[in-house]
């Protein structure tokens, strides 16, 4: 199943009087696909600049081979990007040390963690106590190696 959406459109009549018509022709259009990123897209190597995966490490390992599944994951994101100036992006809920042993699998040639602020103070489920949801961007960076760094 795919599912396709590709716009130009600009979004209100203030923004329309401020961009003319080439500006809004210049805008670049984006295509959504709907697919399993785990069993590999149906997508060149190093056709996209920047990935973004929101929460989608997190859901992969609460499934059925789970461990497995987010190596793939990590792999095909890293297939995917370019060579010169790739970037995956992760949001997680998880700590860095429960996830870089994802990152190590490649040869990426940066990887940045940040902890993001949060304004939630926790949350509480029925017969637990409250906890503090932390979150987390990872930033892992694909970039082409000059032979003096190999």
């Not at 994101?77 to 700590?95: E, P, Q, T, W, Y």
């Not at 993001?116 to 990872?138: F, M, N, Q, T, W």
């Amino acid at each position: 199943m795919s599912i396709s959406s590709t716009s130009t459109e600009i979004p209100n009549e203030e923004a329309r009087d401020e961009i003319n018509v080439s500006e809004a022709e210049a805008i670049p259009t984006m295509t959504f696909e709907l697919g399993d990123i785990a069993k590999g897209l149906n997508h060149p190597d190093e056709s996209f600049d920047l990935i973004i995966c929101k929460k989608t490490l997190d859901i992969i390992l609460c499934g059925a081979s789970s461990v497995a599944d987010a190596r793939q994951t990590i792999r095909e994101c890293f297939r995917l990007l370019n060579k010169d100036h790739g970037v995956l992006v992760i949001l997680s809920s998880a700590k860095p040390e429960d996830r870089a042993v994802f990152f190590e699998q490649d040869n990426w040639t940066g990887v940045m963690n940040i902890k993001l602020p949060s304004k939630d103070d926790g949350h509480e489920r029925k017969g637990h106590e409250k906890k503090k949801v932390e979150s987390y961007a990872y930033i892992l960076y694909k970039q082409q190696r000059s032979q003096t760094e190999m």
